[in-house]
């Protein structure tokens, strides 16, 4: 009995070791990062809140949180969201480098992350325009031909970009890219507002959608500001 009770304590301590096992990896070799704390936080109760921290040091961090089912979480520094991970427990790894962040470990990620290069790609060409605005009037071109012709190019993209993402959130709406898309394209919006593709989205959408706390919370802001309008 007594070397029973002699070994308790340890195995009491080892089970608690394999609770806390690190289940998504991070590296980054953005110097600026070193020493900073990253958070990652996930819709509840209408807001975003802390699911688990983790210091960067020498480059490396590292979570233990374990979601009980598949949830987008986003990656914090402070105030500015770095990225999104999906959090389906399958061992993950985040990387953040100058260029590119990505994370590697589940199909739905790789699915998640293709989509945002997409996405990048197009805003960076729009990104772009203002300064072929410049080039062009140093070349001496009309300034009235210029304009045409570049507001044509942000049409386009604009067009393009928003086909994209209709198409990428209608594929996967019975996971949690659907919403978790969605929520990050309408925190960009000055405040909640029905638009017609927002309405269409909500026409189409699935029931796992429809029911998803952020999609329910922004609908219902958004319908209570369109009636304010209206008054």
Not at 104 to 113: E, K, Q, V
Not at 126 to 153: F, T
Not at 199 to 226: H, I, K
Request: proline share 4%; hydrophobic share 45%; charged share 25%.
């Amino acid at each position: 009995m007594q070397k029973n009770t002699l070994f308790l304590p340890l195995l009491i301590l080892l089970m608690c070791a394999c609770d806390k096992q690190p289940t998504i990896l991070g590296e980054t070799n953005v110097p600026e990062l070193d020493g900073r704390m990253l958070y990652l936080k996930a819709y509840k109760e209408g807001d975003l809140v802390d699911i688990d921290s983790a210091q960067v040091v020498h480059g490396r961090f590292h979570f233990t949180y374990a979601a009980d089912s598949t949830i987008m979480a986003n990656l914090f520094i402070g105030d500015e969201s770095l990225m999104p991970v999906v959090i389906d427990g399958s061992p993950l790894t985040i990387s953040i480098g100058d260029r590119e962040r990505k994370v590697i470990g589940s199909a739905l990620n790789d699915t998640l992350f293709q989509f945002i290069r997409r996405k990048t790609a197009i805003d960076e060409q729009l990104a772009e325009i203002p300064h072929r605005e410049s080039q062009m009037i140093m070349d001496g071109l009309n300034h009235d031909d210029i304009v045409a012709q570049l507001n044509l190019e942000i049409d386009s993209l604009s067009r393009l970009e928003d086909a994209m993402l209709m198409s990428f959130i209608k594929d996967n709406m019975d996971n949690v890219l659907a919403p978790g898309v969605f929520m990050i394209i309408t925190s960009a919006l000055p405040y909640p507002v029905l638009t017609p593709a927002i309405e269409e989205l909500v026409t189409l959408g699935s029931e796992s959608f429809r029911s998803n706390a952020y999609v329910q919370d922004y609908l219902r802001m958004a319908r209570e500001n369109m009636e304010k309008m209206e008054q």
